[in-house]
């Protein structure tokens, strides 16, 4: 049994590795401002705001103190606010940077002390194929997820060999926040755009979580890793030849 925090884990990409480790039989804890939407078994909500770094450290010492360990700890929580760069306005700026970057600052710092200390652990986070290139409407957003790439390298080289870093980059994925900023038409339009054809499902985004954590991904440490289905692998910088010909299929 594993000692997992995960940040944001209430809806979405959260819930799904939530439900993921504890399945595998992981003591899993979630840190979310917001009750989960549905109680999953073996994992535990611990009210928190990733933007207090104050409240940061109590969970996570609180959670260190009761299993003496911490082995595996996500930083998965984050928000969106789409909005054009000319009508931004600050309070919303930082409240992404607050929430998305240094959050994962905090929680990441809070917990590796503790890992250092015990000889080991595994740092992993939620950033985004947006922090790849530019996307209209989230200029915030984006800036924060390449930042946690910019992270991840950096604590990779500062705490190796002892603590393992990385994270993963999804693409699209059919999230309840994709699903308040997108109306079935501009996620059809999304589809139509990804080689993959569809939208990830956020169980798939847990199992590569469940991978980077597991003793098979030993070696692995820096680095991002990019699920999205095709999307940032050039064919859909065009509106042509990302589909299947017709009739090269075959039976």
Known sequence: MRVVLISGASSGIGAATATRFAEAGDRVYNLDVRPPTAAAPGV???????ADWAAVEEAVAGVHREYGRLDVVIAN??????????????????QVVDVNLLG????????????VAQGGGVLLATASVNGHR?????????????????LCRTFALELSPVVRVACVSPGAVLTPM????????????VNERIPAGRH?????????????????AAFLTGQELVIDGGEIAGSTTSDFGAAVPQGSLVS
């Open 178 to 189: 994709q699903l308040a900023e997108y109306s079935p038409e501009m996620l059809a339009a």
């Open 77 to 94: 929580a984050g928000i969106s606010i789409r909005h054009h760069v000319l009508e931004t306005t600050w309070a919303e700026a930082r």
């Open 104 to 115: 994962v600052f905090a929680l990441w710092q809070a917990s590796a002390r503790r890992m």
């Open 44 to 50: 535990t909500w611990l009210a928190t705001d990733v």
């Open 200 to 216: 990830a499902r956020p169980a798939e985004i847990a199992a590569a979580f469940f991978y980077l954590a597991s003793a098979e």
């Open 134 to 150: 530019g996307f209209p409407h989230y200029a915030d957003y984006n800036a924060t997820k390449a930042g946690i790439a910019a």
